[in-house]
């Protein structure tokens, strides 16, 4: 084993640019050894000899530390609170929140005059609607998923408890009380091990690298996040976040060549990635249009196999991230839907499409409407390599492209509508159009977060006709609730309701 502070030390002096350590020929094994040796115990501070353009010198960090089993317990305990109880106990605990979730739904309900409730069994629980038993987290093969499930991890990147800044993993603590410390992930029962392996290379690339890493962007820095997507075939997808702060084009080549060749010729080629992105963001988050995805190297997509479909992805789009789950879910949606080939079917908040295009061979007519373009170019890449032709895909903000879709579709024929939106809920304008459309008589809407804004979307689809907030057509009345566990070792679910009017 290499003494870690000497290699480090001799990892300085290679890592100028040209100078490149791993460039160099290697004996077998090399790329594991190095992992293995700069994982363990503490890093010493790799300190450039000058500060980028457009970074400021900082202070001396704080030692909050070793990293030892109090650490990634308390992380384990905020990222994934229920990951001591067996999967049994952690669907009796989420079941529990769902019912909690459809009484406090039917004490909202009591307010107003007129809002139906579906039976007098759901009554008498409290409940405003029938709710179903809880749909576990497994594969179509009816085996459990609990472990590794996520298909798509974002790493950050700040000081660690030893006080080095440049530690990826996950936050612990608040920006407000100024305690944020970054904790390695890789004990984390719901992340893979392809995602935490990735996460440990960039950790690797960091600390050999001149270049700080952007912790606040006033201070100057630029390496910043990593996300890591994979597919059930073991494709892997990695996207590296970099704040360009004042620098030169020529200056971020170098930095681009710097990531790119250490995940094919250095010690991160041991990854294996399919692809390699590069964005640069001077945002907390940007999408592909406000800044482009740069591919390094690889492939451009990943794609996916699920409920008989190949889809595609994109580093922006959409995808839910238990790929399991997810087929459980859509098969639980296609239930409730009951869509024929009378009906079309709207899919808002539609994704990569593949609600609707798991329908489309049920549905008249597919119409899908999504914020990211991306997500839309693949949903319409998917729908002509399977060969579907009845779909329809608008790429833009919901509010503004479903009220004109509807008016052009008021011919009489049924709409069911199904809305997966984010953990905003919807925006009023949506709601509205959906609640005036006499078309729409069957609603199915999927929830990762059934309070707060979702609560106000259902109230506002179930209350009697309201003139001031726009609310003219006939209330819906809300059926059923479907839990779906998506996301096991969490106190979260997907609530899967069902509205009819």
Not at 72 to 89: G, I
Not at 311 to 316: N, V
Not at 318 to 340: C, D, H, P, W
Request: charged share 20%; proline share 6%; hydrophobic share 35%.
């Amino acid at each position: 084993m290499h003494n870690l502070r000497c290699f480090l030390s001799r990892v300085g002096h290679f890592s100028k640019p040209g100078l490149l350590p791993w460039c160099s020929r290697k004996p077998p094994g090399w790329s594991q050894l190095f992992l293995d040796s700069a994982c363990k115990g503490t890093f010493t501070h790799v300190t450039a000899k000058k500060c980028q353009r457009g970074q400021k010198s900082r202070k001396k960090p704080s030692c909050l530390g070793p990293l030892d089993g109090s650490w990634q317990e308390r992380l384990a305990d905020v990222v994934t609170p229920l990951w001591r109880l067996s999967y049994e106990e952690q669907l009796k605990v989420k079941f529990e929140a769902q019912k909690k979730t459809l009484r406090r739904l039917e004490s909202y309900f009591q307010t107003f005059n007129g809002v139906k409730v579906t039976t007098a069994a759901a009554k008498l629980e409290g409940f405003c609607c029938l709710l179903h038993p809880i749909i576990p987290s497994v594969s179509p093969h009816i085996l459990p998923v609990i472990d590794g499930y996520r298909n798509k991890s974002t790493f950050s990147v700040n000081r660690g408890p030893d006080g080095n800044p440049k530690t990826v993993g996950y936050y612990l603590g608040t920006w407000r009380d100024r305690n944020v410390v970054c904790i390695r992930s890789n004990h984390l029962k719901n992340i893979p091990e392809k995602h935490s392996q990735v996460a440990q290379y960039y950790e690797v690339f960091l600390r050999q690298s001149p270049v700080e890493p952007c912790l606040l962007f006033h201070e100057g820095g630029h390496w910043r996040e990593l996300i890591v997507r994979t597919n059930s075939q073991g494709h892997t997808m990695a996207i590296v976040t970099f704040h360009p702060q004042e620098l030169r084009q020529e200056e971020l080549c170098v930095q681009k060549e710097s990531v790119k060749e250490f995940f094919i010729k250095g010690p991160g080629a041991v990854c294996d990635l399919t692809s390699l992105y590069f964005q640069e963001s001077t945002r907390t988050r940007c999408s592909h249009q406000q800044s482009p995805y740069q591919l390094l190297f690889g492939e451009p997509h990943i794609f996916e196999e699920l409920l008989g479909l190949k889809i595609r992805i994109s580093p922006d789009a959409f995808f839910q991230i238990n790929t399991a789950g997810a087929e459980m879910l859509y098969r639980t949606v296609a239930k409730l839907s009951g869509v024929n080939s009378d009906t079309i079917l709207l899919d808002i908040c539609c994704g990569t499409g593949v609600i609707g295009l798991s329908l489309a061979q049920y549905s008249s007519q597919v119409l899908g409407i999504e914020l990211v373009e991306q997500a839309i170019e693949d949903a319409r890449w998917t729908a002509a390599f399977n060969g579907i032709t009845n779909c329809e895909f608008y790429a833009g903000r919901a509010e503004k492209i479903l009220p004109q879709l509807l008016k052009s579709k008021e011919d009489g024929q049924l709409i069911v509508a199904v809305v997966n939106p984010a953990r905003a809920g919807l925006h009023y304008q949506v709601v509205q159009a959906i609640r005036n459309c006499r078309a729409i008589r069957t609603l199915v809407f999927i929830s990762c977060k059934p309070h707060g804004e979702t609560t106000r979307n259902i109230i506002e689809l179930c209350c009697p006709p309201n003139s001031t907030k726009k609310l003219l057509g006939e209330p819906f009345v809300l059926r059923q609730a479907v839990p779906v566990d998506l996301f096991p070792h969490t106190p979260h679910c997907e609530l899967v309701f069902l509205f009819t009017r």
